[in-house]
Nanobody, 128 residues
Framework: QVQLVESGGGSVQAGGSLRLSCASS????????MAWFRQAPGKEREGVAA?????????YADSVKGRFTISQDSATKNAVYLEMSSLKPEDTAMYYC????????????????????WGQGIQVNVSE
């Protein structure tokens, strides 16, 4: 059974930094596309960043470009990180990691329907 577990969330003041981690296990085949999404209260789920293993290509939402960095653990390929800096109150949300093995014809993007596997989420709060 595939499991994704997020960690590293918490509360921080605006301008601060946090690093989210997502550890996953249970795959029959290692995923090649991993991503982070978030959902703020009363808002729809929003794609934040996606990473395609192997090619190393990344996609970011415009709202986080230049502030967030997604990466894969070089040793444990099933772990993915989200480094968040210059945090803003509008970054407050529940953050979810997602992963899947996708065909080469499918672009690894911050589109939720791509992903079959999801974590339970972790809260990030950014105060003024």
């Amino acid at each position: 059974q595939v499991q994704l577990v997020e960690s590293g969330g918490g509360s921080v003041q605006a301008g601060g930094s946090l690093r989210l981690s997502c550890a996953s296990s249970g795959y029959q085949h290692e995923p090649n596309c991993m991503a982070w999404f978030r959902q703020a209260p009363g808002k729809e789920r929003e794609g934040v960043a996606a990473f395609r293993a192997g090619a190393g290509t990344v996609v970011y939402a415009d709202s986080v470009k230049g502030r967030f960095t997604i990466s894969q653990d070089s040793a444990t390929k099933n772990a993915v990180y989200l480094e968040m800096s210059s945090l803003k109150p509008e970054d407050t949300a529940m953050y979810y990691c997602a992963a899947d093995l996708i065909p080469p014809t499918v672009e690894c993007d911050i589109i939720a329907i791509i992903f079959a596997y999801w974590g339970q989420g972790i809260q990030v709060n950014v105060s003024e």
